[in-house]
């Protein structure tokens, strides 16, 4: 079965990983073909904040690859057209690809504001090319004609702005805002939402103390997470670490001399120097590409609980791009999942060999949960942590100003310590017994533990207000005892390896963190795990002489000696 994946990033190439490890009988057979706008091998979006920090180097969060004769990938190479009554995918050479499965990774752009100043003349001119019957821009002469607007094509997202502002969606991206961080004395971000304090934190430690950083939000920082009381104690942390944070406020004009940018104008007449612009406001599914074949799309390409489009049962849609029944939460986590649920699928359609007719995809036989009680399932996956040196904001599941009405056969308990002159803000919020919520501002291990406790659902104590106090009542144990963690807590959410999968790691040869990542792929997410991982690493390297010795002492005769004991799967 040929199956074409439109896209090589996080999403997109998690799934060829996936279906190249599929062991349905099915996956012998299949044939992958990969389209990748970006000429640059997988890499790990999520850590670009990371890079314009300097705390990474590009080549350090590259993903691992996949090296099968099953799979062509196509660098460099952007699809431009889907004729779905063919079956064929016509890429940016002109090049076509048949497929019995299509999938579109496409993934989402970063959105630019229609600002004053910000973009190019000369691109806001440009009118977009004129599309076919099948969706493909031609030229006069009939050739393949450039990219649709909009498609991830093989430069930086940066594009089409005025020299001097920059978005960060690409590698490319980092690369420039890391080059002009060098000589900038004024940095202005807009936006401030998880990426904007992570870029101007990042670029406050970079460009040094004789360079200003503003970061500029017209609500609150990182609203979407975070409540106004939180959000106030955020910003003073932001502030802290050498950031102007100026909320509640927004950009009114790109200011320019010599066609590069000066300054910024904000709305209530103020006007920042700026050398160096960076927009942070967000993302927009990339869609293009489905709307010219005729598929429904509305913030996103709309697919159904199994991930396939609802006009063509053949066409499917993960990650950023996709719209699923449950909505898209913008975490890698639920793109990798999709990767997961979608590769499972694909190689056990490969092996039935029955080919079924182009046309609407049929209604899925489970259909879409009607139980709107919010002591459902907890998405574990929802967990947002700011990256960055000093930054300590976590958030979880009901958080922010916008949370779900609380079910009435199940009270909702919210408890919080505010406390701002220690720049800290913790909330819990329990639910049905378990902890459903969390915000953590400067909580330190308080918030490893209701991290611990929202992601593994163990029970709430009867007086939630212990979650917010270690030395009362400590979530399960703390985060820092390894040996009290069971084998089958997850540890990395983004892949979800458990504790399990680490001691089967280190009992299998892996030593290292590089090592772990490469066998289980722990860290390769949002790289939030990290210090656990390797907690249970240093915990497994201590108890290493124990392990190997000719007989390993009781668990009670060791308990009595002060030894580590491992704890398994039961504990």
């Not at 004009?253 to 590069?260: E, I, K, S």
Request: net charge negative; charged share 20%.
């Amino acid at each position: 079965m040929k199956v074409v994946v439109v896209g090589n990033g996080m999403v997109g190439s998690r799934l060829v990983t996936e279906l190249c490890a599929s062991a349905e009988p099915g996956a012998a057979a299949l044939d992958i073909t990969v389209l990748g706008a970006e000429d640059h091998a997988p890499y790990n979006r999520v850590l670009l904040s990371e890079v314009v920090a300097g705390a990474y180097d590009v080549a350090a969060i590259d993903l691992p690859g996949v090296v099968d004769p099953r799979v062509g990938v196509w660098a460099g190479v952007c699809a431009v057209a889907v004729d779905r009554a063919a079956q064929v995918v016509v890429d940016s050479t002109g090049g076509r690809h048949r497929y019995d499965a299509l999938v579109l990774a496409t993934g989402a752009a970063a959105r630019v504001p229609e600002l004053p100043g910000l973009r190019r003349d000369d691109a806001a001119l440009t009118p977009p090319p004129a599309l076919t019957p099948t969706g493909l821009g031609c030229d006069a002469a009939g050739a393949a004609a450039s990219p649709l607007p909009g498609l991830l094509a093989p430069r930086s997202d940066s594009a089409g702005l005025v020299p001097g502002a920059h978005v960060l969606r690409t590698i490319d991206d980092a690369r420039e805002i890391v080059a002009a961080s060098v000589n900038a004395r004024h940095v202005v971000v807009l936006g401030a939402g998880v990426l904007g304090v992570e870029v101007a934190v990042g670029l406050a430690g970079r460009v040094g103390p004789d360079a200003v950083v503003h970061l500029v939000h017209p609500r609150g920082l990182m609203n979407a997470q975070l409540d106004a009381a939180a959000s106030e104690v955020a910003a003073d942390a932001v502030a802290r670490l050498g950031v102007h944070v100026r909320t509640n406020v927004g950009a009114a004009a790109v200011v320019l001399h010599d066609g590069r940018v000066t300054g910024v104008v904000l709305d209530d007449g103020t006007q920042l120097p700026a050398d160096l612009l960076v927009v942070t406001v967000g993302t927009l599914p990339e869609t293009t590409l489905a709307r010219g074949a005729g598929l429904d799309v509305d913030r996103g390409v709309v697919v159904g609980p199994d991930l396939a489009t609802l006009r063509d049962h053949r066409v499917y849609a993960v990650g950023d791009c996709a719209q699923p029944p449950d909505g898209g939460s913008g975490l890698v986590g639920q793109g990798w999942d999709q990767a997961r649920r979608l590769a499972r699928t694909l190689a056990e359609r490969a092996g039935a060999l029955a080919v079924t007719p182009a046309g609407p995809r049929p209604e899925a036989s489970d259909g879409v949960p009607g139980d709107d009680c919010s002591c459902g399932p907890v998405d574990d996956s929802s967990v947002v942590k700011v990256k960055g040196r000093g930054v300590d904001i976590v958030a979880m599941g009901v958080s922010g100003s916008a949370r779900p009405p609380a079910c009435g056969a199940h009270p909702r308990r919210t408890v919080r310590l505010s406390d701002p002159d220690a720049v800290r803000h913790l909330e819990v919020v329990v639910q049905g017994g378990r902890v459903v919520g969390a915000t953590c501002v400067g909580g330190g291990a308080v918030a490893a533990d209701l991290v611990a406790a929202f992601t593994r659902g163990t029970p709430a104590p009867r007086d939630p207000a212990q979650l917010l106090v270690r030395a009362v009542g400590p979530v399960g144990g703390s985060a820092e005892t390894p040996v009290r963690i069971p084998d089958r807590a997850t540890i990395c959410r983004c892949n979800g390896v458990t504790k399990g999968d680490l001691v089967q790691a280190w009992a299998d040869g892996s030593r290292t963190v590089e090592d772990v990542a490469r066998t289980t792929r722990a860290t390769t997410g949002c790289g939030g795990c990290k210090a656990p991982v390797c907690g249970i690493l240093d915990w497994l390297r201590a108890a290493e002489p124990a392990r190997s010795a000719p007989a390993a002492p009781t668990a009670p005769a060791a308990a009595e000696r002060g030894e580590v004991v491992r704890s398994d799967s039961r504990s």
